[in-house]
């Protein structure tokens, strides 16, 4: 039997403090050495402006195995009334490889980002750090600041978004986190006076510069995830003093990297770790107080999957979802 | 909403006649160039003997985008009392990328495997082929044998298997096609009089060798879809005029085709076309009546993917299945 969970019941059940759990977990065991994470591939649906992405992950130690499957179809809101990315996670039992649990993927896919950015502000921002820096009011923001806030003891948030209103949602959803809020006027307010810097917009061109960047900051750069997107300058990477990521490989053909590269503003080999590796403890983390870090996020399917087994456990344990079946 | 169809759904609505008609309708597209088709890729679970196979594939023409996710763990029966293989075709709009669809992938695998078969015979075999020997009596076997019966105008079967049981079961369930049925005790007794040729065996190393090959021949080499996997010896396609595949570069990694290029039995560019190219007419198929072809058959997305639109259709057409909603 499988188990289906739509969207809401993943919501009832998903809260920002397992999802950190088991994205950290995730980053634990990709340090460690003991998943897999096959190149993500995708159907590049042209005539129709959208891809199908397809990532598949495993963790051994988690025994969890399982594949998301998400579109990107820009003009859905428009067209279709549909979200722009929607999909499923279909969680495996890796000893059988039968499909035990598919699920919405959308708020998954939503918290897992924002708890990866919670990941890295607990090894790489300062301890005292208190302030954070949005740009970018969408889907994604009110779980970068969720999971922020439950690493670090934030006092204030300051947001920009090109949509003013969507700067007065966001504020309004993390209301109830009693933070000081602030709606500012520019990308660059958004950097003054911020422990923590959050880009999370779907820009194709870069928007942070190097100089707006102080000393001892952490800045998360969760938009650019592919090749034809960018947020920080070049000049963002050349202050950094250790820049992370999630996969390499991903983060190297990102619109962002791929530029800082061409500008000289970082070599090739200087990438100072993944952000499983400094979860594992092969590398330490913040080293100072004056240190410039950054975590280049772009999205792993085994955080995907981390989550979905708690999902799917909690599930289980609350009779949840509808029971199906459709293998064998 | 999103149609969840179990094994049995699928089996009640899926005949071979569409079967064919969806998987020709595939390679057409293929061999048109307007599919997208990519290289499959899976999770390699080596602590379970099991792999979760990942296979998306898109048809412009036909409007029609998947995902198939089919895991192969060989211990599952002894262990687990559960089929070695199983999974999902998950069927997506292309148009939104929302997944329209669920369905058990085991049946559409063996049909659409057969189908592919069936395919190649229709444009490769002699027009009055009548004998058709197979070898491996497996899950496979069955629905080669239906396919074929539908393409030529069939007379008699010879089948073998190592498990003469497996025979039996076979040439049993293949009983209302009419035919003149023999078990043989050999490899080479399956190629003795026959126009077709079948292979379907898991086998690691070949077992049917190039002196058994008559003129006029035309061999669907099945079974051999992946590096460890062969069931031709070199001599076999140093004996074939036209050897042809579904997917080149899927092909040329097989145990029997890269086995075959390190003896020199065909060098790297003696690939005659793809199945598709023959089928949209871009390379004629069968010429005369002695040549000897060959169809490597090692399986594509796009076939389920073409099968999986018509189960959609049939069972929206008569009601079957369960809608659920998980995603918005």
Chains 1, 2 share one sequence.
Request: hydrophobic share 45%; net charge negative.
């Amino acid at each position: 039997m499988t188990l289906i969970l739509g969207r809401q019941d993943v919501e009832q059940l998903l809260t920002m403090e397992l999802t950190l759990e088991a994205v950290e977990e995730a980053f634990l065991e990709h340090g460690q050495g003991t998943t897999l994470v096959p190149d993500r591939i995708g159907l590049f649906l042209d005539e129709y402006h959208g891809v199908i992405g397809v990532m598949p992950g495993y963790m051994e130690g988690m025994k969890a195995a399982g594949v998301k499957l998400i579109c990107h179809h820009e003009e859905n809101p428009k067209k279709h009334n549909l979200p722009a990315s929607a999909g499923l996670v279909v969680y495996h039992d890796p000893a059988t490889g039968m499909p035990l649990a598919i699920m919405d993927c959308a708020y998954i896919t939503m918290m897992r980002t924002g708890a990866a950015t919670g990941v890295s502000v607990k090894y790489l921002a300062r301890a005292d750090a208190q302030a954070v820096g949005i740009v970018g009011a969408g889907a994604q923001a009110s779980s970068q600041i969720a999971a922020i806030s439950r690493v670090r003891d934030l006092k204030k948030v300051k947001a920009f978004d090109i949509d003013s209103a969507a700067t007065a949602r966001l504020l309004e959803e993390i209301a109830d986190l009693g933070l000081e809020t602030e709606a500012v006027d520019s990308p660059r307010e958004a950097c003054v006076g911020v422990d923590i810097l959050v880009t999370c917009t779907p820009a194709r061109t870069p928007f942070i510069r190097g100089e707006w960047i102080e000393e001892g900051m952490h800045i998360a750069a969760v938009g650019a995830d592919m090749p034809h997107k960018s947020e920080l300058f070049p000049g963002v990477y050349a202050r950094g003093d250790k820049w992370v990521t999630d996969l390499i490989n991903q983060a190297l053909v990102t619109g962002e990297i791929a530029g800082a590269m061409a500008e000289g503003a970082i070599g090739e080999h200087a990438l100072y770790a993944t952000l499983g590796e400094i979860v594992a403890g092969e590398k330490p983390g913040r080293e100072n107080e004056t240190e410039i870090t950054i975590f280049k996020s772009t999205g792993m399917a085994i955080q995907d999957v981390a989550v979905a087994k708690r999902v799917h456990g909690l599930a289980r344990e609350k009779g949840a979802g509808l029971e199906v079946s459709i293998t064998p």
